[in-house]
């Protein structure tokens, strides 16, 4: 199981990005997608995840402002991030459940200016 995001990189506030990650895996394997961040010196934490049949979740500093996506055909997950703020600022990591398995993707840089 392999992972490739994109999207990373630099905005002002108050402005928008889009991460995406394709997952490379037996599609009928693939269970909830999603998007976690970590902070230099902090625990990895939920951003947004998104289940196979669509039922999502956000942790509730992005509630609002993201929206998490995905496409099970092409076994794609995207996250839609508006109205960005500079605490965003962090390295961002997508995943997928595998048959039980949890896989990480490798992070892509989000970088928020005031």
């Known amino acids: 199981v392999q992972l490739q995001a994109s999207g990373g990189g630099s905005v002002q506030a108050g402005g928008s990005l889009r991460l995406s990650c394709t997952v490379t895996?037996?599609?009928?394997?693939?269970?909830?997608m999603g998007w976690h961040r970590q902070a230099p010196g902090k625990q990895r934490e939920l951003v947004a995840a998104i289940t196979r049949g669509g039922v999502t979740r956000y942790a509730d500093s992005v509630k609002g402002r993201s929206i998490i996506s995905r496409d099970n055909a092409q076994n794609t997950v995207n996250l839609q991030m508006n109205n960005l703020k500079p605490e965003d600022t962090v390295v961002y990591y997508c995943?997928?459940?595998?048959?039980?398995?949890?896989?990480w993707g490798q992070g892509t840089l989000v970088t928020v200016s005031s």
């Open positions: 995943n997928t459940d595998v048959l039980a398995r949890l896989f």
């Open positions: 895996a037996n599609r009928l394997g693939i269970n909830s």
